[in-house]
C-alpha cells in the first residue's frame, strides 16, 4: 500500500540566515527554532558562503539580506548560486528599487520580501519553498477524500450528457491534482474513472441514439455540427478564423499545454461529443464535412472510403470543407487552405510561408503528432517506456508541444489577430481488458470497434448497432453489425490470443465509448494582442 503522505526528513530542515544586524534578530531566529528549524547565522557575505561551502548539502534554504557591507548580498547571492546552483535563497531588502528585484529575481531566487519583516512572514515564505510539495499533496489528497462520496453520488445520478461532461471535468482536475502525489489516491481515482466510463457506457447505449435527432433542439454538439455551429457563424459574421484540429487530444492533455498558450491567448473552453465510432474515418470526416457518415458515401461516394480500403481514411478532408462552404453558400465569398502537419518540417515550412495565409477567410490545420505518438507508443518499446502512464501521456505531449515548431505556429497566429478554433475528432483512452471476437477475414483491425456481417460477441460488453443507417453509418452489407468497446476493454481474436493480449494491453486506443474519447476539448482562443 502506497503512503498517504510523503514523511518528513528525518532531520530539522537546516537555514542559514545572513545579515549584518544578526542580533537584532535574534527573537525571529528563536521563533524559527520554536517551529522545530535548524537555524545557524552569518553576519557577512563571505561568512554565509564558507557555512555553504563547509555544510553543502546540509543547508536547505538561506535568508539573505541585500544591504550588507563587503559583499553584497546580489554578490553573495551569485556566489551561492555558483556552488549550490540547487540551494533556494530567500533575498531580504529595504530597498524597491525595481533593478535590484530584476538581478535577484535574473539570479533564480525563490522569494524576495521587503523589511520590516515580521516572523510569520518569514515562516510562510519557508512553509511555501521548503513545504509546498507535502502541503499541496496533503490538501490535495484531504480534498479528494473529501469529494469522493460526492463524485460517486454523481456518478450513479446522472441523467444527461451534461452532467456526465461536468463528472468528467471533475476528475479530470482531481487527476492532475494528484499526478505528482506519493498517496494511493492516484489508485482510488483511477477505479472511479472505471466506475463512471461503466455507467457512462450504459448511458451511451441508452441515449445515443436520440442525440443524432436533427430535430431535436436540445441534442448535444456532436461532430457532424461543429463546423455548422463554431465556425459558420464566424465567417458569416466577417471573422476569419483559425481552425486547429489536434488527433487524438484529451482534455487532459488540452490541460498540459494550455499553460504554454496563456501568454498569447485567452481561452473560452468547453467540450463537444465524438460521434461513434470515435475513430478518424467517422468523426473527423464528419466535422470537416457537417454530415453523418452515412450521408458522406450517399452524397460524396468518391469522397468516402471503405474499412476495407488500403487508401487512407482522412485523405478528402480538403474536399470535403469545400462542399460544406457550398452547402452554407459560402464558397463563392470564403477562401479557405487546408495544411495537414505530419510532422515539425512540415509545421517549419508552413510557419516559413505563414503569411500567405492571411488572404484566406478561413485557415484549417490538422496536427497529428498526438496521433502518430499513440501509435508508436504500441508499436515501440522505448515509446511504451516513456507513456507508461497517463501522467506520462500527457507528458510527453506537453513536452512536444514546447520544444516543437506547433508553439511558435499559434504564436504566429495570435499575432494576426484572428481568433482560433482548437480542437479535435476524438481522444484515446488506455485499454487494459480484452474481450473476445470472432469475425471473418473482411472485419476491420480496430481495436475499440469492428464491423462485419458474421460477428460474434458477448453482447452485454459491447455496444451493438445492427441497423446502422439509423445511427448515420455506412452499411456496406445488409447484415453489416457494429459493435463499440466501452472502459477500458478492447477486441480480441482467439488466434493467438495471448500474443495478442501481451502486445496491446496498456497501449492508448480510440474508436470505443469513454468519457476520454467521446468528450473532448472544444476551445475559442482569442488573441491577447
Known sequence: MARLYVDMPQRPLHILWADDEIELLKPHILFLRGKGYDVTTANNGRDALA?????????????????MPGLTGLETLSRIKEIAPLLPVIMITKSEEENIMDQAVGNKIADYLIKPVNP???LLSIK????????????????????FPEISDAINCAASLADWTEIYRRLTRRELELADSATDMIEML???????????????????????????????LMSHRIMRDRVIPLLRSGEK?????????????????????????????????????????????????????????????????????????????SPLIESLLKRFRLDSSVRFTYNKLNDTPACETLIR????????????????????????????????????????YRSLTESWFRHSAAIELFRRMALTGRRVILTTDHGTIRVENPVKVVGDRNTNTALR????????????????????????????NLSTTYIMAGNRDFFAYPNNYNYYVQYYTGTFQHGGISLEEMLVPLISLSPKS
Open 51 to 67: 557555512v555553504v561551502s563547509d555544510a553543502g548539502a546540509d543547508i536547505d534554504l538561506v535568508i539573505l539580506d541585500e544591504n
Open 241 to 317: 478564423p483559425f481552425l486547429v484540429v489536434i488527433d487524438n487530444f484529451r482534455l487532459d492533455q488540452w490541460e498540459a499545454v494550455k499553460p504554454l498558450l496563456a501568454d498569447f491567448f485567452s481561452f473560452d473552453e468547453s467540450l463537444y461529443c465524438s460521434i461513434l465510432p470515435t475513430a478518424t474515418q467517422y468523426a473527423r470526416n464528419a466535422l470537416f464535412s457537417g454530415l453523418m457518415p452515412v450521408e458522406i458515401e450517399r452524397l460524396f461516394p468518391d469522397l468516402w472510403v471503405d474499412e476495407d480500403s488500403e487508401e487512407g481514411k482522412n485523405l478528402n478532408e
Open 128 to 147: 511555501k519553498i521548503l513545504h509546498s510539495g507535502d502541503l499541496i499533496s496533503r490538501q490535495t489528497t484531504d480534498s479528494y477524500r473529501q469529494q
Open 190 to 220: 483511477q477505479l472511479q474513472k472505471n466506475d463512471a466510463n461503466s455507467e457512462f457506457f450504459k448511458h451511451v447505449r441508452r441515449n445515443y441514439e436520440s442525440w443524432l435527432d436533427p430535430d431535436d433542439p436540445d441534442a448535444p
Open 449 to 476: 470497434y469492428k464491423l462485419g456481417k458474421t460477428l460474434s460477441y458477448p453482447a452485454r460488453q459491447v455496444y451493438e448497432v445492427r441497423d446502422p443507417r439509423r445511427f448515420g453509418l455506412p452499411a456496406p
Open 353 to 392: 510561408n505563414f503569411n500567405s495565409l492571411l488572404d484566406a477567410d478561413l485557415n484549417v490545420i490538422v496536427i497529428n503528432f498526438i496521433d502518430m505518438l499513440s501509435h508508436a507508443r504500441t508499436e515501440s518499446r522505448m515509446i511504451r517506456e516513456l507513456a507508461s502512464s497517463n501522467a506520462a
Open 120 to 122: 510569520s512572514q518569514i
